[in-house]
């Protein structure tokens, strides 16, 4: 893989940062954040888009566009959209809470943890762990089932009739076809983008805590943060995902695919997230952000999950996701007192690209003293 495509708990006990370069005039930015939000909707022939500022205590909402199209209904803070692969960063935080909790070690082989032997889940004489499902290198396939013989169905998108498949794919089902795949190289080398993997971390962390991801993902992320349910949202308060080809979708709701990339949130929800990373006080936040796999040349990195970068504003920890019908983006900068949560609800080509130059600017709009450099590139893609 080309190393290059890498770049790609209370709200209230946040305190203001120090030693950051001077916040330019409220007005400054708000003007600009409000222009380059309105840029972005025309230049990406976008549905509707939200975002979400932390800069140094302050939280700030922008909105544009609509959650329906022709709808007229602006979205809100409160809208909210599926997050795709973002989803990911929670699973793995999840890991890191129970490794400083004592519950497993990153080393861990994950066949311990999935109720049978796996043999198969091993390569060159390295067993797939735990920390290589949550660092990218597990070197799983990145999608089960297979969806290439699906078909559409009379008029609708074929998205439609694959979101019908992959809703109902069952654990057990899932289970069944583990036992026949394998790592395509050694586990723990290049990473890759791959669903499966963060599944199967699911599903291990299932048998850790004794209860459905579901419950897990409640009460250690989502309740301590004042965060609403990611896996059961208010149905009135979501937008409606649209194809690149403004193809309206349905929900999308698949519960074995919650760990890896069908959670949904607001911007107010994931920002909430997003500070809680900012800030860096828990222990297993720390843990989840030291790097695990870096490239050659230590320029680009990866934790759990998240993708490490330097910049001129400091540490930068990016994540982003994509579904049929959402695109998404979360940028956290420590150093900076920064982070930044972009949500839209159209799944355009080339929307995480344009989502994370969208991020850039509005960071430029912030600390207009100080440019950032150009991306170096993506982090793996996919749904």
């Known amino acids: 893989m080309n190393v290059q495509r890498l770049t790609c708990l209370c709200i209230g006990l946040l305190l203001p940062f120090s030693g950051v370069a001077a916040t330019p005039p409220a007005a400054a930015y708000d003007a600009a954040i409000r222009e380059l939000g309105r840029s972005w909707i025309t230049r990406s022939d976008g549905i ?14 922008y909105n544009f566009g609509t959650t329906q199209q022709d709808s ?13 692969s973002i989803s990911k960063t929670m699973t793995a935080q999840i890991l890191a809470r129970a490794t400083v909790e004592g519950r497993v070690r990153l080393a861990d082989e994950v066949e311990r943890y999935l109720g049978a032997p796996y043999p198969n889940l091993a390569r060159d004489g390295e067993k797939i762990r735990l920390i290589h499902l949550a660092n990218m290198t597990s070197q799983l396939t990145d999608n089960i ?9 009379g008029a609708e998108p074929l998205v439609v009739a694959k979101m019908r498949v992959l809703s109902a794919y069952s654990r057990e089902e ?3 076809q583990l036992h026949v795949l394998a790592p395509r190289n050694t586990p723990g080398n290049d990473p890759s983008h791959s669903n499966v993997a963060s599944m199967v971390l699911g599903v291990a962390l299932e048998t850790v805590y004794g209860e459905p991801y579901a419950d897990i993902l409640s009460h250690e992320i989502e309740k301590p943060l004042k965060m609403h349910s990611g896996t059961e949202p208010d149905a009135k308060l979501l937008a409606k995902g649209y194809t690149r080809f403004n193809e309206a979708l349905p929900t999308f709701d698949s519960e074995l695919n919650y760990p890896s990339h069908s959670l949904r949130y607001s911007t107010d929800d994931l920002l909430r997230y997003a500070t809680w990373q900012l800030v860096e006080r828990d222990a297993s936040v720390k843990l989840a952000h030291q790097p695990t796999w870096q490239t050659p040349d230590g320029r680009q990195s990866i934790a759990l999950q998240w993708v490490l970068l330097e910049s001129s504003h400091g540490r930068r920890l990016h994540s982003s996701g994509g579904t049929y019908g959402f695109a998404a983006t979360v940028d956290v900068y420590p150093d900076a007192g920064i982070a930044v949560v972009l949500l839209s609800n159209k799944a355009a080509d080339d929307a995480q690209d344009s989502l994370r ?7 430029d709009a912030l600390r207009p003293e100080i440019s950032p450099p150009a991306p170096a590139g ?4 996919g749904r």
């Open 145 to 153: 089932p297979d969806l290439t013989q699906v078909r559409q169905v």
């Open 357 to 363: 130059a969208l991020s850039a600017k509005i960071l």
């Open 48 to 61: 509707g888009l939200s975002v979400g500022v932390y800069d140094q205590g302050q939280r700030l909402f």
């Open 378 to 381: 993506a982090p793996p893609a």
């Open 174 to 176: 899932f289970l069944r």
């Open 72 to 84: 007229g209904h602006a979205p809100t803070k409160d809208t909210i959209y599926e997050i795709g």
